[in-house]
């Protein structure tokens, strides 16, 4: 709790030099400033702090959790490609994804409960052929994401081993502290799993990735090439455990063929499994 002066009743002795604002005197200032960032609960000014005139004291609002967050994930990559920008589930008529009327409805629905997914650590897995739309279809879910104030890290997962290469060599920042935003962030968009140099430090670290989301319960949403047990021969089975566990069952993107094949092999499961 702050105080809004260090002298009684607000004042200071003549002959002192002015005292320095005090955290709370800075707030109260800047109220009226942050129109543009509102506080989702109506509580503060959008600062993140609640202020009483009465008392001349601040709290930390229902919303500052949010905002510190938002801010330890700024320096994360989270702009949709410009390729996606101006895509919308509306607009997906002569795309490639036209042929796969069914999976739209399932990301659609997704899309429109993105708040209550998030929260829930609910993710998604899209898995297909190339260029049948699945990162189209992934992009629409993390521009829903970050319609709707959350925060959202976008990478390719390749272009995501470099960066903690980088990160580990780096005097600033250091890997720990990238592991950590990429941990707490709302939504964690990796695309291309399975594309990366298999080597057993790629996949230490993808496993580190997913399974510390998965034990905060922070949602992800991967793409993919390649079905199930392709997947865990690429990434390990302990990886893509975690991955059914997050996203539950895959959506398929298959052309008629792999579309075929898909489902063979989902019955050959179950009757294994049976």
């Not at 702090?49 to 919303?63: G, P």
């Amino acid at each position: 709790m702050s105080t809004l002066n260090g002298a009684p009743g607000g004042g200071r002795f003549d002959g002192d030099a002015p005292a320095a604002p005090e955290p709370l005197t800075v707030l109260a200032a800047q109220r009226g400033k942050r129109g543009a960032d509102r506080c989702p609960f109506g509580l503060c000014d959008g600062s993140g702090f609640v202020i009483d005139d009465a008392t001349n004291t601040a709290f930390d609002c229902r919303c500052r959790p949010a905002r510190i967050a938002k801010l330890r994930a700024g320096r994360l990559q989270a702009r949709i490609p410009s390729r996606y920008r101006e895509i919308s589930f509306e607009q997906l008529t002569g795309t490639d994804l036209v042929a796969f009327p069914e999976q739209i409805r399932v990301a659609r629905r997704f899309a429109a409960a993105i708040g209550q997914n998030l929260d829930r650590g609910q993710g998604m897995w899209i898995m297909g052929d190339i260029g049948t739309g699945k990162t189209m279809l992934a992009m629409l879910i993390s521009k829903a994401a970050l319609d709707a104030g959350r925060t959202v890290a976008i990478y390719s997962l390749p272009r995501l081993l470099n960066l903690i290469r980088e990160a580990i060599a780096s005097q600033v920042d250091g890997v720990v502290g990238f592991l950590d935003r990429l941990a707490t962030v709302d939504l964690l968009h990796l695309d291309d799993v399975g594309a990366e140099n298999r080597t057993d430090w790629a996949l230490e670290q993808l496993y580190s990735i997913v399974n510390t989301r998965y034990e905060e319960q922070r949602s992800i949403i991967v793409t993919t090439n390649l079905q199930p047990d392709e997947l865990s021969e690429q990434i390990g089975a302990r990886t893509v455990s975690r991955l059914i566990e997050m996203c539950g069952d895959p959506l398929p993107l298959f052309g008629d063929d792999r579309r075929r094949e898909y489902r063979a092999r989902q019955v050959g499961v179950a009757e294994h499994a049976g």
